[in-house]
């Protein structure tokens, strides 16, 4: 009579690393603020968002939609690969987290190279607060969910 071989641990039976639903909200509450920010860019009223008024700052905004979309693809498939514990799922979020640092480097150069963060006497502080704060944020959901992405790859590749 031969032993049963041995078998891999199921998805069901691996613990969840922790934090795996803090960084699934993160991605998810990232989702909703890219798909807010261009409603209200190209449907609701673009002076909400805008810091500037310069052709030149229109222009470089008009150039993010198609790389945000690709965040979001990004995002939507680190989701549902966390969720399902699929190697993908390690993919999608490092390309997510990779594509938002990439994102805020572009965003913050340029910011500070047309004096974006500038809060001139007596002007609004909004504009530039808001600028500051999407960067801030765009950053800081990045990097934690690529340094938790990378600390459980193993989970996430199912060894």
Known sequence: MTAPAPTQPTVASASAPSGRGVVIGAM?????????????????????????????????????????????????????????????????????????????????????ENGIYHIRPGADASGPLIELAINVLTFALSIAVTAWAWRNRRWLLGE
């Open 28 to 112: 998810l509450v990232a989702l909703v603020l890219i798909g807010a920010y261009w409603l209200i860019w190209f449907g609701v009223d673009r002076d909400l968002l805008a810091s500037s008024h310069a052709p030149a700052y229109y222009t470089f905004e008009n150039a993010f939609p198609a790389a945000d979309a690709w965040l979001a693809l990004t995002l939507v498939a680190a989701v549902a690969g966390i969720l399902r514990r699929r190697p993908w799922g390690l993919l999608a979020t490092l390309l997510g987290g990779g594509a938002g640092i990439y994102l805020g480097c572009m965003d913050v150069l340029f910011d500070l």
